[in-house]
């Protein structure tokens, strides 16, 4: 287990940079945990509950030392989405179903820990995360203009917010307006202008960055005062946190319903997987920064247990936050323990803090909320796929388009799927070329692109892909037509330096090739077939009805072939750059 | 259109030798088109009206010129799974639902033909293909038990149909059984014994060709003859035909019902591809005996043309079955109007001959569609495949165990999706190899299989797979974990022969890679890298952030960054055979 690579060594000085760290990661948890909670539909001590045993689960399991992990953002969204239809807001059904949620969750995340299948996050591409967190925060930050105008608008997709805004514009509760709006406009201040502010003002580096972080804070404290003491709630219709249980975390049971099982499975894969990928990214971050590594399977392991332990502790799905592992980190941060003591101060707040929330106004949160998830919003990336890979743009623009218009569940999927298609219709269709030699040199480049030798009855085609199911056919297909347009051919050689795997479906086309030329009298060689290609090949008896050779070199098998016809001709095609093979 | 490539250049010739395949074919035909429609759960006529429309659609608009379209065995299978629960046997609605699922089939057909979608098909592996017509083609015997027995059993799977077997044994009608079971051993030994027998007996081979192939119909007319005579269906109790309605086929529209296309389209699409890819692997077969070729996406606007005409003539879904065409083949069609022929010769059929087949056993039906069918059953793949590959062998015989228990639909979704999840697998953790120089010549190899030179300030990593976004996280881990194993290391270079594609997410990692590197004073170098990887990588401004340099050859990146620091070791591993790089 991890814990003990990092406990046996532990000592005053790690415990002092921990507790600092400790003490500036819970001032910010605190509200962030309250507006997660109210985010995923939930009341708001689920964020703080959601936040205590799960980091002590993963400061035991997990490999990353400054991951912190609770609530976070998109997994709030998609908690909100998969379990808001179950059961009314507040029930205690919805409570069932917020920790089978996390249970289902976790027991799924250790599951592929245990069968070391992490590899399958890899299948969300760099650019469909980027794309599909964008258009969560913009469908987080929309859902959360409500609350900033007091009005009971809903909806799961963005055609649904805005239509649900319009129509309850009318009801906006002006004094909400006012708290909302000006604690968002801080909270931008704060995150922009408040550090440089106290740096020119002459306050240290280190103690502006924490009165920083504490901003969030002083919006808390700020509204709840000025809510207390107008008594808004009651005066002007201010909707409130309102009465939150004091004490420490409940003892919680996930549900064993197979009925809700089966609703639920499906959303607790898409939040693993999403809450997977977030977490290793900050993590792998993080890590690299120190020179330490993670182990992504044992990470499963740790985000499991996390998950498991909230089931049982009245919280809803978490996993390793972005906004809070970074504070963690730059605070100095030097052990998991660290999490645990956060854990601690989080458990304190549960105990004596929440008779002080009661007036805060869920403005507050809201736009606490609005202002973290605004920075997450990032187009960029579809200038970036736009110029370098229109495959990528295609990807990316599809997941934010369908994540806005049909909400995450179906932008998510829809983004894994149209990934592995694009890649797929690519290494379909590859790229192949007809090589020629360079004279006076050994090497057999592309005769569209160089000035080359080639012998008219002898044609070699360079295949630049692995060979396999879903492109066999079409070299097939290639290949005959080459050779349908080529009277005068004797011999065929496949140059397959880039071919790293010939699966069974290739190598019968192989065997159809080798037939098929046969019968014309022309014969079918390989060259520059790799180590564990030939290894495979030679385990079949495809080696022995070929009707040419196998060359370890395209030379040697232009030398032999040409042998018996050397008259060479130079391509017609004109000379280009000679950058590219 | 490719009818007008060869009715120009018709003549007499051609005209005499389609006529005579036509007339063998339609000879076959019969029989296996009643077969073939009782299989699909269908009326027996359904299946010569699906052999007419659709033979001369396909001859106008497909690309083969001896494939002979109509109903098939295993298509005839889907068609009963999809539509079997919707109506009952023998209703108005049942044949509702099949022509609109050959509609809904054409159509979806035509379209991909249109947009030139051709491609999705090759996502079938031939193992997968091979496993799972096998599986079909024992479902389809099983299911034909109960005709051959005599008994009312059902099922859509192995399961299935063998507890409803077992339950309905104490029902057999041993009358049924006698003719079914004589009429299955005379057709096996027609199959294996009749040309032999005949050419023994001193009968020319062309005409001991046809009378073989007429195997089916002498065994029709036999059981027909003795059923009419001691007229069996009453006295005995033996199912036969029955009445089948006299003249042409009829009209018929497809439903536009959305409630009834919702339920079938999922049906239609797996038909259409399982037809096409049926088809084409034919097709491709017989043109290649005479140097023909077929055009694929034009292949699905005639398979398309041919289901929509089964769909408004009273058939269901067809495709190019693969014995009609050879025999076709074989007796020497030479263009697809032989198929219009065949077509005539089974509307005279339709018209004059249904009144004789009254008294046709469904225990002879059976027997010709067992004895057809269990010619595709074939175990060898699973051999081939243990031989050759596991992946292939686990995708292969999950398809056959998934479609005999779960059914066709089951297996062959499944047997795609575990296609396309191996090779995703195989290709997210490629084969990386270190590299270093063959003393005294140019070239670079793995240092675990050859003797080689290296030098401990750089590592040279061959990377034998593309990089894309479910291999990245791979190739950042596997780096960074030889990096920290060096400690002198200076110089990283990635070598590149075998990357045909570089996507955005490989390219964030690369642009990660270069950045870590940097901070621990490492150059990160290419070398070989592709002209069109090449040319992709110079849109972004990876190559003006990389600390080091792009190479054309891995030679000449020795050079440079050995120059630094010439002693070289002698790797430890062992010198093994030179075949493999």
């Given at each position: 287990m991890p814990v003990f690579d990092w406990g046996r060594s532990y000592n005053r000085d790690a415990l002092g940079n921990d507790l600092v760290a400790a003490v500036i990661v819970t001032i910010m948890l605190i509200p962030q945990s309250l507006a997660y909670a109210l985010l995923a539909g939930l009341p708001a001590e689920t964020g703080i509950y959601a936040s205590i045993a799960p980091i002590v689960l993963y400061a035991i399991f997990g490999t990353s030392r400054a991951l912190a992990v609770g609530p976070v953002a998109v997994v709030s969204l998609m908690t909100a989405a998969a379990i808001g239809n179950l059961a009314e807001p507040g029930s205690a059904e919805l409570l069932v179903a917020a920790v089978t949620l996390a249970f289902l969750s976790g027991v799924f995340l250790i599951l592929l820990g245990i069968f070391r299948l992490g590899f399958l996050a890899n299948f969300l591409s760099h650019p469909v995360i980027a794309g599909f967190i964008t258009a969560s925060g913009i469908l987080i930050a929309t859902s959360q203009l409500r609350h900033i105008l007091g009005i009971s608008s809903g909806g799961a997709n963005l055609p649904e917010l805005l239509r649900s805004l319009y129509e309850h514009l009318g009801e906006v509760n002006w004094t909400t307006f006012a708290i909302g709006a000006s604690a968002t406009a801080f909270l931008f201040w704060v995150r922009k202008g408040l550090k440089p502010a106290l740096l020119a003002a002459g306050v240290k580096p280190k103690l502006a960055g924490v009165l920083a972080k504490a901003g969030p804070v002083a919006a808390v404290a700020v509204t709840i005062f000025v809510t207390w003491v107008f008594n808004l709630s009651e005066t002007a219709g201010v909707r409130v946190v309102g009465d939150v249980p004091q004490g420490l975390p409940p003892l919680t049971m996930p549900s064993f319903s197979p009925d809700l099982w089966g609703t639920l499975i499906g959303s607790a894969v898409l939040i693993s997987i999403i809450g997977f990928v977030e977490s290793v990214s900050v993590a792998q971050t993080l890590?690299?920064?120190?020179?330490?590594?993670?182990?992504?399977?044992?990470?499963?392991?740790?985000?499991?247990?996390?998950?498991?332990?909230?089931a049982f502790t009245g919280g809803y799905p978490v996993t390793g936050g972005f906004a809070r592992s970074v504070v963690n980190f730059d605070a100095g941060a030097e052990t998991p323990a660290a999490g645990a003591y956060t854990a601690v101060g989080l458990m304190l707040a549960a105990m004596l803090l929440t008779p002080l929330i009661y007036h805060l106004p869920q403005a507050t949160l809201a736009a606490t909320i609005i202002v973290a998830v605004l920075s997450l919003v990032d187009f960029s990336i579809l200038k970036k796929t736009w110029v370098y890979s229109r495959a990528d743009f295609i990807a990316v623009s599809t997941t934010i388009v369908l994540t806005l218009v049909f909400g995450v569940e179906v932008g998510v999927t829809a983004g894994v799927l149209i990934s592995i298609l694009i890649h797929l219709y690519k290494s379909s269709r590859p790229h192949m070329a007809v090589v020629g030699r360079v004279p006076g040199t050994e090497h057999f480049r592309n005769v569209k692109r160089h000035k080359v030798e080639i012998d008219e009855t002898v044609l070699t085609l360079r295949v630049d892909e692995s060979l396999y199911f879903a492109?066999?056919?079409?070299?097939?297909?290639?290949?005959?037509?080459?050779?349908?347009?080529?009277?005068?051919?004797?011999?065929?050689?496949?140059?397959?330096?880039?071919?790293?795997?010939?699966?069974?479906?290739?190598?019968?086309?192989?065997?159809?090739?080798?037939?098929?030329?046969?019968a014309l009298g022309v014969t079918f060689n390989l060259s520059e077939v790799k180590g564990p290609v030939m290894d495979r090949l030679r385990r079949g008896d495809f080696l022995s009805h070929l009707s040419g050779k196998v060359f370890l070199s395209q030379h040697q098998a232009a030398v032999e072939l040409n042998g018996e016809n050397p008259q060479l001709k130079v391509s017609s095609s004109q000379p280009q750059e000679r950058t590219s093979p």
């Open positions: 890590a690299a920064r120190k020179r330490q590594r993670i182990v992504p399977d044992q990470e499963l392991i740790g985000l499991g247990a996390a998950n498991v332990g909230a492109n066999a056919r079409y070299l097939e297909d290639s290949l005959y037509d080459m050779v349908a347009a080529r009277p005068q051919l004797r011999h065929v050689i496949l140059m397959c330096p880039a071919v790293n795997e010939i699966d069974m479906s290739a190598l019968e086309s192989l065997e159809a090739i080798n037939e098929r030329l046969k």
